[in-house]
C-alpha cells in the first residue's frame, strides 16, 4: 500500500511539475493574474467606489460578499456538525465505561492564572482593534473572531472549562452563531427589500444617513461584525467540544 | 546553471508542488486518522501557498493604501459627525482623480480567497477531528485497519 501510494505520488507530483514550465515567473507583475482588468479595477477603484483603504477588506465584504457569507455559512455549518457528532450528555460516560472517569483535579497555578488574567483583556481588545479597524489596516472579521475565540481557549486552557462557560454557555454559542450569519444575511436582505440585488450595500443609503459610498463602508463593517459573532463562537465551540470528548464538563 | 535559473525563476510552483505531494502522501498511506489529517491540513497550506504567490508582484506593497493617499492634505476632522462627514466628501471629491498604479499592490483577489479558505479549513479539520473522536468512541481504535476489521467482522 506504502509503495504503491508512493508512486501514484510521485506520477502526480512529475505531471504537476511538467506544467511548471507555463506557469508565469515568480512575482512577474504581467503575470496573468495580475494583468487581468478585474485585479487592475480592485487595485485603482475600490477606494473611490467605496472609501476603503484596504483592498482586501472591500473585495472580501462587498465585490464577493456572496462568497463570504456563504464561507461563514461554511464554518456555522461544520460548528453545528461538530456539535451533533460529539454532543452527549455527561451521564452517558458512565454506562459507557466506569473506567475513563478522571479523579485529579487541576489546581489553578498562581503565575499562569496571574498572566491570563492580565492578558485576557488585551487579548479582546486587541481583537475587537482587528475586527473594527479590518478597513484600514491587515483585520477583518474572520481574522479577530479567531482571536476573540482563542481568548476563550486561553480560559479553558488555564482554568478549566466551566470558568470559560460563565462567559459563553452553550446556549449563547448557538445564538451568536446564528446571529452573525443572520446579521450577514441581514443586510443582503436590507439591499433586496430597498430595490436593489443581494448584498449590493449602496443602496442602503436611503435608510442611512450617509452617501452611497458611505453606505458601502459601513455595511462592509456590519458584516464584518456578523462574520466575527459566528467565527469567534463556532471557534471556541469547536474546541470545547472536542477537548472535552463532547461533554462539556472538563476538559484534557 | 541553465536549470538552475529556470527553477529560481519558478521556484514557488516547485516549493507548492513537493509540500502538496508531501500532504497527498500522508492522506494515502497513513493509517492512522489523526496522521490523514494533518496531511490535509499539509496539502491545504501547500494550495495557500500556491494562491498566495500567484499574487506577488515584483515591487509591490501590500494590498492597501496608503495613510497621504487616502488622506491626501490634511488629516483633521476625522472624530465627530459633523466633520466627519465634511471630511469624507472631501476625500471622496479628491479620489475622482486620485492616481493608484496598478504595479504599486499586490494582487488582492488571492489573498481575500484564500483568508476565507484558512478559516473555513480550521473548521473543516474540526470537523474531521470530530468524526475521528466519534469513530474511536464507537470502535476504539482510531487506525484504519483496524476499524475496517472490526466493521467486516461484525457482520
Known amino acids: ?252 | 546553471m541553465e536549470v538552475f535559473d529556470a527553477i529560481s525563476a519558478k521556484f514557488n510552483y516547485w516549493i507548492y508542488i513537493i509540500i502538496m505531494m508531501i500532504g497527498l502522501y500522508a492522506m494515502m498511506s497513513k493509517n492512522n486518522l489523526v496522521k490523514k489529517l494533518i496531511g490535509m491540513s499539509i496539502f491545504q497550506t501547500a494550495i495557500i501557498l500556491f494562491y498566495v504567490s500567484i499574487g506577488v508582484k515584483e515591487g509591490a506593497t501590500i494590498p492597501i493604501l496608503y495613510h497621504e493617499q487616502v488622506h491626501p492634505a490634511h488629516d483633521s476632522g476625522h472624530h465627530g459627525s459633523d466633520t466627519e462627514h465634511a471630511a469624507d466628501e472631501h476625500v471622496t471629491a479628491h479620489a475622482t482623480d486620485l492616481h493608484i498604479e496598478p504595479d504599486q499592490f499586490t494582487n488582492p483577489l488571492p489573498h481575500v480567497l484564500m483568508l476565507t479558505a484558512i478559516v473555513v479549513g480550521v473548521a473543516t479539520l474540526g470537523l474531521g477531528l470530530a468524526l475521528t473522536q466519534k469513530l474511536y468512541r464507537e470502535f476504539g481504535s482510531i487506525e484504519e485497519s483496524e476499524i475496517l476489521e472490526s466493521i467486516k467482522s461484525a457482520k
Open chain 1, 1 to 252: 500500500m506504502k509503495t504503491l501510494s508512493l508512486i501514484a505520488v510521485v506520477i502526480t507530483g512529475l505531471l504537476l511539475l511538467s506544467a511548471v514550465h507555463d506557469f508565469p515567473d515568480w512575482a512577474d507583475p504581467e503575470s496573468p493574474a495580475s494583468d487581468y482588468r478585474l485585479s487592475q479595477h480592485y487595485i485603482t477603484q475600490t477606494f473611490p467606489e467605496t472609501g476603503v483603504p484596504n483592498m482586501v477588506t472591500a473585495v472580501l465584504a462587498d465585490y464577493r460578499g456572496y462568497d463570504t457569507m456563504f464561507e461563514t455559512v461554511v464554518v456555522f455549518t461544520a460548528g453545528i456538525a461538530i456539535i451533533g457528532l460529539l454532543r452527549r450528555s455527561p451521564s452517558s460516560r458512565n454506562k459507557d465505561k466506569g473506567k475513563a472517569t478522571r479523579t485529579y483535579k487541576k489546581k489553578p497555578d498562581l503565575i499562569v492564572d496571574t498572566t491570563c488574567r492580565l492578558l485576557i483583556p488585551i487579548i479582546q481588545i486587541f481583537a475587537l482593534y482587528v475586527i473594527a479597524h479590518g478597513h484600514h489596516s491587515p483585520g477583518g472579521g474572520f481574522q479577530g473572531g479567531v482571536i476573540f475565540g482563542a481568548s476563550f481557549i486561553l480560559i479553558t486552557l488555564t482554568r478549566d472549562l466551566q470558568a470559560a462557560q460563565k462567559w459563553v454557555p452553550e446556549k449563547r454559542i448557538l445564538n451568536l452563531a446564528g446571529i452573525g450569519v443572520l446579521l450577514y444575511a441581514g443586510f443582503g436582505f436590507a439591499c433586496m427589500l430597498l430595490g436593489d440585488n443581494f448584498l449590493d450595500y449602496a443602496i442602503l443609503h436611503k435608510i442611512m444617513p450617509a452617501t452611497p459610498t458611505e453606505a458601502r463602508y459601513h455595511s462592509m463593517l456590519g458584516v464584518e461584525i456578523g462574520v466575527a459573532f459566528t467565527v469567534t463562537a463556532i471557534m471556541f465551540s469547536i474546541y470545547s467540544n472536542l477537548a472535552s470528548n463532547g461533554e462539556m464538563k472538563e476538559t484534557l
